[in-house]
C-alpha cells in the first residue's frame, strides 16, 4: 500500500501570495489531518477532515483554510503569507475517526516564505 | 484547553546509557501515542496506551502510562545510535489529539 502522499516537497514563496497544499491518504483512509512543524514549537495542529467536513479545528488564524474531497484527498490553503508561514507542513491520515486511530504522516512539504 | 509537555527538551545520551522522557498532561486523558521522527524524516507511530497504569515493551523502549491517565513516559534501555530522533507525546481528550513540544535525543558514540 502506497504511504500519505504531500505535494510539493519543497515551495518557496513571498509574502502576500497564497499557497495550496495537497495530501493523498493511504487508500481506504477516510480522516486527514494537517500540523504545522517549526523548529522548537513540535506539531501544531491545524485541522481535521472527515467524510469531506472539517470536524476539528487548531488556533490558527483565518488564512489557513482547508478541504477534504469525496475520494478523502485533502488541500490546505493559506492566503496572504507571512514570514512566519514559514514551516514544514505535515498531513496525516487514519482509518475513521475514532478516539483509538493511529496517524500516518506524509512526508510534508517545506514550506519557505522570503 | 489541553496542554501536553515533554521534558526534556533535548537528551544527549552516551551509547549504551538508558534515559528517560516524560510527558504529561494537564488533563486526563482518554489515550496516549507515541511517535518517533528520525532527522529530515516524519513522525512514525510507535505505540498507543489506553489503561490506567499500562506498561508496553518494544525490544529497548518501555512506556508507561500513569494511574491518573495524565501522564506517560518512554524509557530507552542501552542506547544506540539508532535511536536518534525526536520523540513526540500525543495525548489524546475527546476527539483532540495534542502533540507535546517533542525530546530531541542525540547520541554521543
Known amino acids: 500500500k502506497a504511504g500519505v502522499t504531500q505535494t510539493p516537497r519543497y515551495l518557496i514563496k513571498t509574502r502576500g501570495q497564497q499557497v495550496t497544499l495537497s495530501c493523498s491518504p493511504i487508500?481506504?483512509?477516510?480522516?486527514v489531518s494537517w500540523y504545522q512543524q517549526t523548529p522548537g514549537q513540535g506539531l501544531q495542529f491545524l485541522f481535521e477532515y472527515f467524510s469531506e467536513t472539517q470536524r476539528n479545528k487548531g488556533n490558527f488564524p483565518g488564512r489557513f483554510s482547508g478541504r477534504q474531497f469525496s475520494n478523502s484527498r485533502s488541500e490546505m490553503n493559506v492566503s496572504t503569507l507571512e514570514l512566519g508561514d514559514s514551516a514544514l507542513y505535515l498531513c496525516?491520515?487514519?482509518?475513521?475517526?475514532?478516539?483509538?486511530?493511529?496517524?500516518?504522516f506524509g512526508s510534508g512539504t517545506q514550506l519557505s516564505v522570503l | 484547553g489541553q496542554q501536553v509537555m515533554q521534558i526534556p527538551q533535548y537528551q544527549h545520551v552516551q551509547e549504551g546509557e538508558d534515559f528517560t522522557t516524560y510527558c504529561n498532561s494537564s488533563?486526563?486523558?482518554?489515550?496516549i501515542q507515541w511517535y518517533k521522527q528520525r532527522p529530515g524524516g516524519h513522525p512514525v507511530f510507535l505505540i498507543q496506551?489506553?489503561?490506567?497504569?499500562e506498561v508496553k515493551k518494544q525490544k529497548r523502549l518501555t512506556f508507561q502510562f500513569g494511574e491518573a491517565k495524565k501522564n506517560s513516559s518512554l524509557h530507552i534501555t542501552a542506547t544506540q545510535t539508532t535511536d536518534v530522533g525526536t520523540y513526540f507525546c500525543?495525548?489524546?481528550?475527546?476527539?483532540?489529539?495534542?502533540f507535546g513540544g517533542g525530546t530531541r535525543v542525540l547520541v554521543k558514540p
Open positions: 487508500s481506504g483512509h477516510r480522516s
Open positions: 496506551l489506553v489503561k490506567s497504569g
Open positions: 488533563t486526563t486523558l482518554s489515550n
Open positions: 496525516a491520515s487514519s482509518l475513521n475517526i475514532a478516539t483509538n486511530e493511529k496517524l500516518f
Open positions: 500525543a495525548g489524546r481528550r475527546g476527539n483532540k489529539l495534542t
